[in-house]
């Protein structure tokens, strides 16, 4: 499945990279008319800014980060589903062990999605950014800072797949949990947690608002200007911390558990 998913990450990420870089790089040179795009001629907060391409290049993580979050799922899941944790835990008898092990290897993996992901929206977003005279900004060390830490927190969204999967070994459930958190319910609540500073402040700690605060850079963020934000080491801290918390959890709860 790393395959496929690695395919359909590289394509989701490439039109959206493209469609939006078309869209500011047009409103920026004069291509496309402000009132186009409903914008009642004020382009000042998306044009003319030097944060226009690590806004593209962020949804590498910000949109991205679905996928090693399912592949981690899979990973786990597929074992209690096929049965092949069996003979894994009859050669390898120290259960902690073979999840250090997946963990570690799924890091590896989610790293590897995050380059694919930066693939389509720094080498797609740059071409079309360029393509209207906007500088990609690929010899600002801010820029490699943003791709060194969206490729963090794709490995890390990989560690709380594992975690999940562990956690709940049903595949099915698994993937519908993934699906309707990311794309549904947590948008949902970031969007809720706006509307008051005692929310607001709850609501930073949810998982994609500490990835958008590790990377540096999240649309989400652009779209709901003013609102609460961890620093970007304090974002990596809680989004670790997801992780492990769900692992652990998963260990002592079904990871121990007879598996046949």
Not at 88 to 103: E, I, Q
Request: aromatic share 10%.
């Amino acid at each position: 499945m790393w395959w496929i998913l690695a395919l359909v990450l590289f394509g989701y990420i490439a039109l959206i990279a493209c469609g939006l870089a078309a869209l500011f790089g047009g409103l920026d040179s004069g291509a496309i008319s402000p009132d186009a795009v409903n914008s009642g001629g004020g382009t000042a907060g998306l044009t003319g800014l030097g944060s226009i391409p690590p806004l593209i290049y962020s949804f590498a993580a910000s949109v991205g980060y679905v996928f090693p979050v399912l592949l981690g799922a899979l990973a786990t899941t597929g074992e209690f589903r096929h049965q092949t944790l069996t003979p894994t835990f009859l050669a390898t008898p120290k259960r902690g062990r073979v999840l250090g092990a997946k963990t570690v290897a799924l890091i590896v993996m989610g790293a590897a999605l995050g380059v694919v992901a930066l693939a389509a929206s720094v080498g797609i977003g740059a071409l079309v950014l360029g393509g209207f005279g906007i500088d990609p900004l690929l010899a600002d060390g801010e820029t490699w800072g943003l791709i060194g830490r969206t490729v963090l927190a794709m490995a890390v969204w990989a560690v709380i797949g594992v975690g999940l999967g562990v956690l709940v070994p049903s595949q099915v459930a698994s993937i519908v949990i993934v699906l309707a958190f990311t794309q549904f319910i947590e948008p949902l609540l970031r969007f809720a947690s706006t509307f008051t500073q005692i929310t607001a402040d709850i609501g930073k700690f949810l998982p994609g608002a500490a990835s958008d605060a590790l990377v540096g850079e999240s649309f989400f963020t652009l779209a709901s200007p003013g609102g609460a934000v961890l620093t970007s080491w304090q974002g990596g801290l809680v989004l670790l911390a997801y992780g492990l918390l769900a692992t652990a959890a998963g260990y002592f709860i079904s990871w121990k558990r007879d598996v046949t």
